[in-house]
């Protein structure tokens, strides 16, 4: 407890260092400058008519109040369905699904609910910041393990070293931003045998779960044997059918820890947007066609994207799955990921977001910047052409 009062412009101690992520101070760096934005995951490609037309009809039929705050009945039948079918969980509609405003909101209503000051929370590295930050919100001890490039390994001796008594939960991002890496069935299987050994949860967010490449494939830890009841299985609508903005995800697990998540998402936002919600059941009518689609879309986009960078110097870490694409950038010869970051904007007028925002130690992202390929072909393709006139620039 403080003493005395604190000034009007003194702030909460648990924002202490809190600032603007990269990701949005490069969107806004990047309008400014008009330039193309490969920074933040914006996905600005079409949202399917279908779910277009049903958003238009919920709100002319004045579906407009507030819903459950666990969400519309319709929208938690078809995600408890999906689950069973692609996630291989099952779970009850009425007791084990909340719908959250996006993926995001269901992560911190379930580290809100779960997660005590002090408790240690695994981590690996590189990771999603909002991830990070909002467990520093939630004050717990982070204790991070390294995966590495090129291809996103981790030393299965160090997770387990990072794994203790004290072991409240790991985060498990798959496929992961900003590295993409998918974690396969054996890397689950041994985090599920620590989570079980320390009676520890395991938080997954699994946004990017249908953006996958070179046959890789996608596993829920919470499918795994004696991971049903200490598992949140985090996924949303944004990344699979391009509506970042429409805030729309949901958390997924056992009844217990579901209903005290549902609390707070009653707390924190009430509900997450009705008509949406109505809106979004539909998407569950989609033809798996629209999911293989979706696959070789973001491969070509990826394919051209790594290929603009190869051209320049640049050498990609070949991503497994999302839409995000790593980036060493020693060849350009520049002193840091920040300086390359904004000779990337001020140059080419192509933004993308400093690597070292990503890390645990941030000199493990000195020499990297991360791309987003979730564009449309016209645009990717133009900030691909702009980075290749670079080749001839000079530094
Ligand atoms: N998830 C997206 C990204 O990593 C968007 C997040 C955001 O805008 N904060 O860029």
Avoid at 61 to 77: M, P, T, V
Wanted: neutral net charge; contains cysteine; proline residues 5%.
């Amino acid at each position: 407890m403080k003493s005395g009062k604190t000034s009007v412009h003194s702030f909460a101690e648990r924002i202490r260092g809190l600032v603007q992520s990269d990701i949005r101070r490069m969107t806004r760096e990047c309008e400014r400058l008009g330039g193309i934005n490969l920074g933040q995951g914006i996905c600005d490609q079409p949202v399917p008519d279908l779910l277009k037309e049903s958003a238009i009809a919920a709100v002319r039929g004045d579906l407009s109040i507030y819903s459950k705050f666990e969400g519309i009945d319709a929208l938690r039948q078809r995600i408890a369905e999906k689950m069973a079918e692609y996630n291989g969980i099952r779970c009850h509609p009425d007791r084990e699904v909340v719908v959250t405003v996006g993926s995001t909101g269901g992560f911190v209503a379930a580290c809100l609910a779960l997660v005590d000051a002090g408790e240690e929370v695994i981590v690996f590295s590189p990771f999603y910041g909002y991830h990070v930050n909002i467990l520093r919100l939630c004050q717990a001890a982070l204790k991070f393990v390294t995966i590495h490039p090129p291809d996103w390994r981790f030393d299965p001796k160090e997770l387990e070293r990072a794994f203790s008594d004290r072991t409240r939960a790991v985060i498990i991002n798959t496929p992961s931003n900003p590295c993409g890496k998918v974690f396969s069935r054996e890397e689950l299987d041994f985090i599920a045998s620590l989570c079980q050994r320390h009676d520890a949860l395991a938080i997954t967010d699994e946004i990017y779960e249908y953006i996958l490449y070179d046959g890789h494939r996608h596993v829920s830890i919470g499918s795994l044997p004696g991971m049903e009841d200490r598992t949140v299985t985090l996924s949303g609508f944004s990344k699979t059918y391009n509506m970042t903005g429409w805030r729309l995800g949901y958390a997924v697990g056992a009844a217990a820890l579901m209903e005290k998540i549902g609390l707070l998402n009653d707390l924190l936002y009430i509900c997450a947007p009705t008509p949406l919600q109505h809106a979004v059941v539909t998407a569950f009518d989609l033809a798996p066609s629209y999911y293989e689609r979706l696959r070789a879309d973001y491969a070509r986009k990826l394919a051209v994207t790594c290929e603009a960078c190869e051209e320049i110097g640049m050498r990609p870490f070949r991503p497994q799955g999302a839409y995000y694409l790593l980036v060493d950038v020693s060849g350009l010869g520049l002193s840091s990921d920040l300086d390359a970051a904004n000779f990337l904007l001020t140059r080419a007028g192509v933004a993308s977001v400093p690597g070292s925002s990503f890390h645990a130690s941030p000199l493990d992202g000195k020499q990297q910047v991360r791309l987003c390929f979730a564009k449309q072909d016209a645009h990717l393709e133009e900030a691909c052409r702009r980075l290749r006139r670079l080749a001839a620039s000079p530094r």
